[in-house]
């Protein structure tokens, strides 16, 4: 399991950095994540997941579609807007 907190959101296209601090772009399915929000999951793969908030217990389903963007903003095409 890995654990995830939101670290930037703009409607469902959600910026994830993990507990070793690999930022991953994603967009949520369902409905927008608040920036803070603690998640924990599987380990991120490009892809389809479901995630669970922590703190509401809520199944969130998302598609990674960055993986370990590095240390920063993700690429020029897919930035978060």
Do not use: K, T, W
Request: charged fraction near 20%.
């Amino acid at each position: 399991m890995a654990l995830y907190r939101v670290l930037d959101a703009n409607g469902q296209r959600i910026m994830l950095v993990d507990a070793v601090g690999r930022r991953h772009v994603a967009r949520a399915l369902h409905h927008a994540l608040p920036v803070g929000a603690e998640l924990h999951g599987p380990r991120p793969l490009p892809g389809f997941a479901i995630l669970s908030d922590a703190s509401s217990r809520r199944l969130c389903r998302v598609i990674f579609e960055q993986v370990d963007c590095g240390d920063g903003a993700p690429s020029a095409g897919s930035r978060l807007q």
